[in-house]
């Protein structure tokens, strides 16, 4: 079995609102020196195979017919295998 995250944000070229609202707070702060923030979603999921491959293959299936919008959004796929003790 293996844990899967898959990271998905907007692309670099859509418009982050909700980022530039985050930046703006950080700024409010006094962290001026922080910038380009972006704000995404982490799913983070199990699939059952003994295959690493296959696992990844599913989790970029499930990427691209459901979690992101290809269009507006890219993502990240990381599987690490689940150790049972």
């Known amino acids: 079995m293996f844990h899967a995250r898959i990271i998905v944000t907007l692309r670099k070229s859509i418009l982050d609102p909700q980022g530039k609202a985050v930046e703006h707070g950080i700024h ?8 380009d923030v972006r704000i995404g979603k982490v799913v983070e999921l199990n699939v059952r195979t003994d295959d690493q491959a296959e696992a990844e293959r599913i989790c970029r299936e499930v990427s691209d ?6 269009v507006m959004e890219d993502y990240s796929v990381s599987v690490e295998e689940i150790k049972r003790v």
Do not use: R, V
Not at 28 to 35: A, P
Not at 65 to 70: F, Q, R, V
């Open 28 to 35: 409010s702060l006094g962290y001026e020196n922080i910038s």
């Open 65 to 70: 017919k459901l979690l992101a919008n290809p």
